[in-house]
T-cell receptor
Framework: KAGVTQTPRYLIKTRGQQVTLSCSPISGHRSVSWYQQTPGQGLQFLFEYFSETQRNKGNFPGRFSGRQFSNSRSEMNVSTLELGDSALYLC???????????FGSGTQLSVL | GENVEQHPSTLSVQEGDSAVIKCTYSDSASNYFPWYKQELGKGPQLIIDIRSNVGEKKDQRIAVTLNKTAKHFSLHITETQPEDSAVYFCAASHGGDSNYQLIWGAGTKLIIKP
């Protein structure tokens, strides 16, 4: 059974650009959530999607957005990149109503 | 806002010895407490979890204890092995149906010395 797939694995962008990250959940999982991970900061919750609808959102500026497609695949977009956006972005999927999260390996974003 | 404090940030133990990582949470309504292990280059993986109606849970060499009164919970790893070397994260649930999320600790880097 395939796990959560995130693409690309690495990205290098410059300030002011925008970026789109992709996440394919485990087959059958309809809930997808996104996290930002920086060294020493743990995981910060960005947002969660279920049935193409954003169910919950963390405390991030509006530059961070996401969406979910009918096949449960999800994308997140960061516009007007800042140096502080450099981080590992993790996607997790889960069964509906299940608290157990299954994470992908993440996309490492570097903003220069 | 709600937070989870995790200690220590780095823990180095001799192979075969036990390791204990502690977390304290602030939301008295938290009722779900998972522990995740993150190996280099990979995403976090759930290793054990506990709910607020249980005081302790074991799975082979791993155990988690919960003290609701003191609002802290701990991960115990016995007979540590080299493959236990990783970063461990604790988390606590926060919110209800429309705003549910996990609040995460900052992580503990566990080093197993041969």
């Amino acid at each position: 059974k395939a796990g959560v797939t995130q693409t690309p694995r690495y990205l290098i962008k410059t300030r002011g650009q925008q970026v789109t990250l992709s996440c394919s959940p485990i087959s059958g999982h309809r809930s997808v959530s996104w996290y930002q991970q920086t060294p020493g900061q743990g995981l910060q919750f960005l947002f969660e999607y279920f049935s193409e609808t954003q169910r919950n959102k963390g405390n991030f500026p509006g530059r961070f957005s996401g969406r979910q497609f009918s096949n449960s695949r999800s994308e997140m977009n960061v516009s007007t990149l800042e140096l502080g956006d450099s981080a590992l972005y993790l996607c997790a999927s889960s069964w509906v109503g299940d608290e157990k999260l299954f994470f992908g390996s993440g996309t490492q974003l570097s903003v220069l | 806002g709600e937070n989870v404090e995790q200690h220590p940030s780095t823990l180095s133990v001799q192979e075969g010895d036990s390791a204990v990582i502690k977390c304290t949470y602030s939301d008295s309504a938290s009722n779900y407490f998972p522990w995740y292990k993150q190996e280099l280059g990979k995403g976090p993986q759930l290793i054990i979890d506990i709910r607020s109606n249980v005081g302790e849970k074991k799975d082979q060499r791993i155990a988690v204890t919960l003290n609701k009164t003191a609002k802290h919970f701990s991960l115990h790893i016995t007979e540590t092995q080299p493959e236990d070397s990783a970063v461990y994260f604790c988390a606590a649930s926060h919110g209800g149906d429309s705003n549910y999320q996990l609040i995460w600790g900052a992580g503990t880097k566990l080093i197993i010395k041969p």
